[in-house]
């Protein structure tokens, strides 16, 4: 599990498009894809037979089970229903200011000559994000008590997962201190949630949590209720926190990597062309994938991919390998943000965010933020990289392995 990087493409190598592992413990059965005719029809398969929640199941102790990513059938529905409205293309606009702001007071404190490890930054830029922008929450001595309680339960270690398959590992350290840290961030949010409910000015709060509590008061569908609402949050934070700023760090990197591509991107930051930063941020999706795959276990058996497969199996569209396809990225080893400005890319060959049904629900925040960051960071810096980085998995996420060093030439 630690060694994908290495492990998946050499699979890939020796057996084809599809081959199949088994993982402890368990084991779990994963049957690999990254054709990209075999990704279409996982993506467009019936999602009550193959279940998306099922394959992320590890997560449960952390997001909870109410989570959009861990629940499926009507209850996912449900939940997916009422968190759209706060990523739909007019609420993305009501948070660019913000956004702008946060990234602008984290750039504004950087100085000419330093050397900048990006990752730690482009995590505390995304870490607020998510607690002014997604909480709501913007008065400085709740952030000052927010912040490194909410950073220490994303900072998630693999083992403390195993506890959803031992619950009395709880007991015992690390996982003790761990769901202590987890405790003291959701009484923090329960309170947050029940000082929002009374809010006087909620109708004209444009944060994600207020909006998610004004459409369950508008709307039929019964509204999310305080648990549920704290996995939604928490879900929303551990999903779009260190992947974002993953993101981020690559981008640069790769910006201070290829001098003709960052003069570029620092006209694009100029003149308002962010559809070239937004190609930028894309590409480095492609060539370092945050997230290596895609799950969903199959709750029959299935034929996937001409494939018989049995119940309890969980079929993997590639991520890592279908960025990696010389047929559908011509050079996939070279970073190229044109290629999504002029090129076709083809359906179902760039999935940094799923697809189908299931398909992330952030992934336009997402990348609305990278592309609002990256115009801050260019306007007023050059960035220089000195060597290539190296990549980590870090929990479950891909990340530069010395955190991607910059040194900063104030324009």
Not at 144 to 163: F, Q, T
Not at 307 to 320: K, Q
């Amino acid at each position: 599990m630690r060694d994908r990087k290495t492990l998946v493409p050499h699979l890939h190598e020796q057996y084809g498009d599809t081959f199949s592992i088994s993982i402890l413990p368990g084991p779990r059965h994963f049957v690999i894809f990254s054709d990209p005719a075999d990704v279409k029809e996982i993506f467009a398969s019936d999602p009550a037979q193959l279940h998306a929640g099922k394959g992320n199941d590890i997560l449960k102790p952390v997001m909870g089970r109410h989570s959009v990513l861990l629940t499926d059938d009507l209850e996912h529905q449900r939940a997916r229903k009422l968190l759209m409205p706060a990523f739909t293309g007019p609420s993305m606009r009501g948070y660019v200011p913000l956004v702008e702001s946060i990234a602008k007071a984290e750039v504004d404190s950087w100085h000419d000559g330093q050397r900048l490890v990006t990752l730690d930054r482009m995590n505390a830029i995304t870490l607020d994000v998510i607690l002014q922008v997604v909480f709501g929450v913007t008065d400085e001595e709740r952030l000052a008590v927010l912040r490194p309680k909410v950073n220490r339960m994303v900072d998630i270690d693999v083992r403390i997962l195993l506890a959803w398959l031992i619950p009395r590992l709880g007991a015992l350290p690390p996982w003790r201190g761990y769901f202590k840290n987890q405790r003291a961030v959701d009484a923090l949010l329960f309170a947050e949630i029940a000082d929002r409910r009374e809010a006087h000015d909620l109708q004209g709060r444009q944060d994600v949590l207020s909006r998610l509590l004004r459409v369950g008061a508008e709307d039929s569908t019964p509204a999310l209720s305080d648990v549920e609402m704290r996995d939604q949050l928490v879900t929303l934070l551990l999903a779009g926190h260190e992947t974002t700023a993953s993101a981020l760090s690559w981008t640069l990197h790769e910006l201070g990597r290829h001098p003709d591509l960052h003069v570029r991107a620092v006209t694009a930051a100029q003149t308002g062309d962010d559809a070239f930063l937004e190609a930028c941020l894309k590409e480095s999706m492609r060539l370092h994938p945050i997230i290596d795959f895609v799950a969903r276990t199959l709750q029959s058996e299935q034929v996937v991919g001409g494939y018989r497969l049995p119940a309890g199996v969980t079929v993997s569209p590639s991520i890592m390998l279908s960025h990696s396809r010389e047929e559908s990225f011509a050079d996939a080893h070279e970073f190229r943000p044109d290629r999504f400005l002029t090129d076709t890319i083809a359906a179902n060959t760039w999935i940094p965010f799923g697809g189908g049904a299931r398909r992330c629900i952030g992934a336009a925040f997402s990348l609305m933020e990278g592309t609002v960051v990256l115009r801050e960071v260019l306007q007023r810096f050059d960035v220089h990289a000195e060597r290539p980085a190296p990549n980590r998995l870090r929990n479950i996420t891909n990340v530069p392995a010395d955190k991607a060093p910059l040194v900063l030439h104030r324009r």
